[in-house]
């Protein structure tokens, strides 16, 4: 094959073969090993014309799954006439070379193809870069297999004043174009990260933040559409969002808080694309309240949820409180599905996110997180502050006010919540509490938990 075939990683429009290695450690679904990367790959564009599986106790060094069942996918490229054959594993660069000259066609790994879902569908200038980074780490090492001009260039006569003698590797002038474009794509999302930073912890200061979490096509964006009314495009595809959205979220009796619909997860996202994704990630790292979605109709949903507790883990998530919403509970049809989520996850919240049942309540439990401790507290507001006396008269609960104490300020006895508390500390000009007493704690987590939590310690 050809190395301009190889450096075109998209899958659009070809036919396609898969292939899996069931491993003692594989965390692919025992029944239906491809199930998943035939989603990817229909999302990505290709047809997919054949599978192949394969168990082994561990993968060959030379060819991944061994000469002998490389030259069976061979034959079947020539049957299929297939395009492309894609492995639900990351390959070595060498196992990369050895497999495609056997089967003289494009070979893609799961990283690639993931890689190349995410270039089609990166629409912000932040995402674009996120994914222009992950996918030239990804090629950095693997330069030598991929492209056809490694001849050495300036040897001879012919080279010009200063390039004569052995010249430089066509291969070595490649990898410092790429580390020079990943120096620049690190700078430029460096100023991305701390321009997004600003921005949420300034959100953090006056308004309450949702993140919307969860394995890829749960139903996060449909729950996000019924909970703020919004229209974010929705497909029944792998990674519809990559974009995060941020949305105003009416939690009843005058209190907002902001919402955030995030990128998807998927089983073994690779640890570079994590990485490289954590400026979108910036939402669920610091938001006060996760909603953890999951799809329960799914018959991977328990590996899925195992899934994205370890992505969760790994980006800094393991403190933050968390809320379960098992979706699409009503489509479970045998009692002994509804009982185990329902046995293994009681302070789960149930919903269907397409035909809104459960939101209001999800949003009652939502309030009561964000609310926290009550008080009772004295509070003294300059008179000129109409922004914090507004703010205090409508979020609290006023019980009587003083006028004549001090004649350039007003004295209120108040029953308020602490998130509201903190927020009038930046809502008002100069407010002084007098008096804080605490009546009752606020929400435990009745219906939620700490992310590091969240999995029972009795399931594997």
Same mark, same amino acid.
């Given at each position: 094959?050809?190395?301009?075939?190889?450096?075109?990683?998209?899958?659009?429009?070809?036919?396609?073969?898969?292939?899996?290695?069931?491993?003692?450690?594989?965390?692919?679904?025992?029944?239906?090993?491809?199930? !998943?990367?035939? *989603?990817?790959? #229909?999302?990505?564009? $290709?047809? =997919?014309?054949? &599978?192949?599986?394969?168990?082994?106790? +561990?993968?060959?060094?030379?060819?991944?799954?061994?000469?002998?069942?490389?030259?069976?996918?061979?034959?079947?490229?020539?049957?299929?006439?297939?395009?492309?054959?894609?492995?639900?594993?990351?390959?070595?660069?060498?196992?990369?070379?050895?497999?495609?000259?056997?089967?003289?066609?494009?070979?893609?790994?799961?990283?690639?193809?993931?890689?190349?879902?995410?270039?089609?569908?990166?629409?912000?200038?932040?995402?674009?870069?996120?994914?222009?980074?992950?996918?030239?780490?990804?090629?950095?090492?693997?330069?030598?297999?991929?492209?056809?001009?490694?001849?050495?260039?300036?040897?001879?006569?012919?080279?010009?004043?200063?390039?004569?003698?052995?010249?430089?590797?066509?291969?070595?002038?490649?990898?410092?174009?790429?580390? !020079?474009?990943? *120096?620049?794509? #690190?700078?430029?999302? $460096?100023? =991305?990260?701390? &321009?997004?930073?600003?921005?949420?912890? +300034?959100?953090?200061?006056?308004?309450?933040?949702?993140?919307?979490?969860?394995?890829?096509?749960?139903?996060?964006?449909?729950?996000?559409?019924?909970?703020?009314?919004?229209?974010?495009?929705?497909?029944?595809?792998?990674?519809?969002?990559?974009?995060?959205?941020?949305?105003?979220?009416?939690?009843?009796?005058?209190?907002?808080?902001?919402?955030?619909?995030?990128?998807?997860?998927?089983?073994?996202?690779?640890?570079?694309?994590?990485?490289?994704?954590?400026?979108?990630?910036?939402?669920?790292?610091?938001?006060?309240?996760?909603?953890?979605?999951?799809?329960?109709?799914?018959?991977?949903?328990?590996?899925?949820?195992?899934?994205?507790?370890?992505?969760?883990?790994?980006?800094?998530?393991?403190?933050?409180?968390?809320?379960?919403?098992?979706?699409?509970?009503?489509?479970?049809?045998?009692?002994?599905?509804?009982?185990?989520?329902?046995?293994?996850?009681?302070?789960?919240?149930?919903?269907?996110?397409?035909?809104?049942?459960?939101?209001?309540?999800?949003?009652?439990?939502?309030?009561?997180?964000?609310?926290?401790?009550?008080?009772?507290?004295?509070?003294?507001?300059?008179?000129?502050?109409?922004?914090?006396?507004?703010?205090?008269?409508?979020?609290?609960?006023?019980?009587?006010?003083?006028?004549?104490?001090?004649?350039?300020?007003?004295?209120?006895?108040?029953?308020?919540?602490?998130?509201?508390?903190?927020?009038?500390?930046?809502?008002?000009?100069?407010?002084?509490?007098?008096?804080?007493?605490?009546?009752?704690?606020?929400?435990?987590?009745?219906?939620?938990?700490?992310?590091?939590?969240?999995?029972?310690?009795?399931?594997?």
């Amino acid at each position: 094959m050809t190395g301009d075939k190889r450096m075109e990683l998209s899958v659009r429009s070809e036919r396609a073969i898969l292939v899996s290695v069931i491993l003692p450690n594989s965390t692919a679904d025992v029944d239906a090993p491809l199930d !998943e990367l035939a *989603s990817l790959a #229909k999302t990505a564009g $290709a047809t =997919v014309v054949d &599978r192949v599986t394969q168990q082994r106790s +561990s993968i060959d060094s030379g060819t991944f799954i061994g000469r002998g069942k490389v030259s069976e996918i061979a034959e079947l490229v020539k049957h299929h006439n297939a395009d492309v054959v894609i492995f639900d594993h990351d390959l070595s660069p060498n196992q990369l070379r050895d497999v495609e000259k056997i089967c003289n066609c494009k070979i893609l790994d799961r990283s690639e193809l993931i890689l190349d879902i995410f270039a089609t569908r990166a629409r912000t200038a932040e995402a674009q870069l996120q994914v222009g980074l992950a996918q030239l780490e990804y090629t950095y090492p693997r330069l030598r297999h991929m492209w056809s001009h490694l001849e050495r260039i300036g040897a001879g006569a012919g080279a010009g004043v200063g390039a004569r003698g052995p010249g430089e590797m066509q291969l070595e002038i490649d990898r410092r174009l790429v580390r !020079e474009k990943v *120096s620049d794509l #690190k700078k430029r999302i $460096a100023e =991305v990260q701390s &321009r997004k930073s600003r921005e949420v912890a +300034s959100r953090r200061e006056t308004h309450f933040t949702v993140s919307l979490v969860g394995y890829t096509n749960a139903g996060k964006s449909t729950l996000f559409n019924t909970l703020t009314g919004a229209k974010t495009f929705v497909e029944d595809r792998l990674f519809a969002t990559l974009d995060t959205k941020t949305r105003r979220w009416k939690l009843g009796e005058a209190h907002w808080a902001l919402i955030s619909d995030t990128v998807g997860f998927v089983r073994d996202l690779p640890h570079h694309l994590v990485a490289s994704f954590k400026a979108t990630l910036e939402e669920a790292t610091h938001a006060d309240l996760l909603l953890v979605v999951l799809d329960v109709s799914d018959t991977r949903a328990w590996a899925q949820l195992k899934s994205v507790h370890a992505v969760l883990l790994e980006i800094g998530c393991a403190d933050q409180q968390a809320i379960l919403v098992l979706n699409k509970m009503d489509a479970l049809t045998r009692t002994e599905d509804l009982t185990f989520w329902r046995t293994r996850f009681p302070q789960a919240m149930e919903v269907s996110a397409k035909q809104g049942t459960g939101a209001a309540r999800l949003a009652d439990v939502v309030r009561q997180h964000m609310l926290g401790d009550l008080f009772r507290v004295t509070v003294a507001l300059n008179l000129a502050d109409t922004r914090g006396i507004t703010f205090l008269e409508k979020f609290s609960q006023v019980q009587s006010r003083d006028y004549d104490s001090n004649p350039e300020s007003v004295t209120f006895e108040c029953r308020i919540s602490g998130r509201i508390l903190e927020q009038m500390y930046h809502q008002a000009d100069h407010a002084q509490v007098l008096k804080k007493r605490r009546l009752k704690p606020g929400a435990e987590l009745m219906h939620g938990v700490f992310i590091k939590d969240l999995l029972p310690q009795d399931i594997p």
